[in-house]
C-alpha cells in the first residue's frame, strides 16, 4: 500500500517519551497517513516525562482494528500504565492474532510482554528492559531495529529513523485495512503537538480508601 492508503494508531499514556510518541505520529501525517493517537479517553491530557500534554484522538473502544494497517506503541513510562489497561492489552494481543503490523520501540516491550506476543520471536528494547523481554520468552537483538514477521521493534530516540524507515518498508509489503469502521479524521486532530502550557503529572487514589493509585495529568494554569 502506499502511506496515503495507511491507517495507523499510536498509544498514548502518561509518561511517554516525547520523541517516540511524536516523531513517528508527525512522520506519518506528513506522508499522508491518517494516523490516531489512542488513550485510554479522549477527555483526559496525558504528560509525558517531561510535561509535554498529548491528547488522544480516538478511545480503545471507538479504534475497529479491521480499519487499521498498524499500531505502534512508544516508549518511556508510558507502556508500565498501558500494560495496567486490560482494553490496551488485549488491543495489542488482538491485534497480533489478526496480523497487523505492531511496531514498539524503548520500554513498550513491557507491553508486548503483558500481552504474550513475543515468546519465540527475535526483538531488541531498551537495554534497561533486556531480561523482561528475554524472561517474556524473546530471542533478544541489539540492534538498532529487529523485524520479526509482524513485529518491528527498536531501542531508543536514536533508533527512530530506521524504525519508522521499517514501518514504512513493511506497510508497502502490505494491502490497506479494508474495514470502514473509524469516523472521518479531524482537519485539525486533537493530537497536535502544538500547546499553551504544560502538563503536569498527580495521582489520585482508585477508590474511597484505596491503596491502589493511578496517574492523571493537568494543564499547569
Given at each position: 500500500m502506499?502511506?496515503?492508503d495507511?491507517?495507523?494508531?499510536?498509544?498514548?499514556?502518561?509518561?511517554?517519551?516525547?520523541?517516540e510518541?511524536?516523531?513517528?505520529?508527525?512522520?506519518?501525517?506528513e506522508?499522508?497517513?491518517?494516523?490516531?493517537?489512542?488513550?485510554?479517553?479522549?477527555?483526559?491530557?496525558?504528560?509525558?516525562?517531561?510535561?509535554?500534554?498529548?491528547?488522544?484522538?480516538l478511545?480503545?473502544?471507538?479504534?475497529?482494528?479491521?480499519s487499521?494497517?498498524?499500531?505502534?506503541?512508544?516508549?518511556?513510562?508510558s507502556?508500565?500504565?498501558?500494560?495496567?489497561?486490560?482494553?490496551?492489552?488485549?488491543?495489542?494481543?488482538?491485534a497480533?492474532?489478526?496480523?497487523?503490523?505492531?511496531?514498539?520501540?524503548?520500554?513498550?516491550?513491557?507491553?508486548?510482554?503483558?500481552?504474550?506476543?513475543?515468546?519465540?520471536?527475535?526483538?531488541?528494547s531498551?537495554?534497561?528492559?533486556?531480561?523482561?523481554?528475554?524472561?517474556?520468552?524473546?530471542?533478544?537483538?541489539?540492534?538498532?531495529?529487529?523485524?520479526?514477521?509482524?513485529?518491528?521493534?527498536?531501542?531508543?530516540?536514536?533508533?527512530?529513523?530506521?524504525?519508522?524507515a521499517?514501518?514504512?518498508?513493511?506497510?508497502?509489503?502490505?494491502?490497506?485495512?479494508?474495514?470502514t469502521?473509524?469516523?472521518?479524521?479531524?482537519?485539525?486532530?486533537?493530537?497536535?503537538?502544538?500547546y499553551?502550557?504544560?502538563?503536569?503529572?498527580?495521582?489520585?487514589?482508585?477508590?474511597?480508601?484505596?491503596?491502589?493509585?493511578?496517574?492523571?495529568?493537568?494543564?499547569?494554569?
Amino acid at each position: 500500500m502506499q502511506l496515503t492508503d495507511a491507517r495507523i494508531a499510536v498509544l498514548v499514556e502518561n509518561q511517554y517519551q516525547e520523541l517516540e510518541l511524536w516523531y513517528p505520529v508527525l512522520r506519518f501525517r506528513e506522508e499522508g497517513a491518517d494516523v490516531r493517537v489512542v488513550g485510554p479517553s479522549t477527555s483526559e491530557v496525558y504528560a509525558s516525562k517531561l510535561g509535554y500534554p498529548a491528547r488522544a484522538d480516538l478511545t480503545v473502544a471507538e479504534l475497529d482494528l479491521d480499519s487499521i494497517d498498524a499500531v505502534v506503541i512508544p516508549g518511556g513510562f508510558s507502556p508500565e500504565y498501558l500494560r495496567r489497561n486490560p482494553e490496551m492489552v488485549k488491543l495489542v494481543r488482538d491485534a497480533n492474532d489478526k496480523g497487523l503490523l505492531i511496531a514498539a520501540i524503548c520500554h513498550a516491550g513491557w507491553l508486548l510482554a503483558s500481552a504474550g506476543i513475543i515468546k519465540g520471536r527475535d526483538a531488541t528494547s531498551v537495554a534497561t528492559i533486556r531480561d523482561d523481554v528475554i524472561n517474556a520468552g524473546a530471542r533478544y537483538v541489539d540492534a538498532p531495529v529487529v523485524i520479526d514477521g509482524n513485529l518491528i521493534t527498536s531501542r531508543l530516540p536514536n533508533d527512530l529513523p530506521q524504525f519508522c524507515a521499517a514501518i514504512k518498508a513493511a506497510l508497502a509489503g502490505r494491502d490497506p485495512a479494508k474495514g470502514t469502521g473509524l469516523p472521518a479524521p479531524a482537519e485539525q486532530p486533537a493530537s497536535s503537538p502544538a500547546y499553551t502550557a504544560t502538563a503536569i503529572l498527580k495521582n489520585r487514589a482508585a477508590g474511597p480508601a484505596s491503596a491502589n493509585y493511578r496517574a492523571y495529568a493537568v494543564l499547569d494554569a
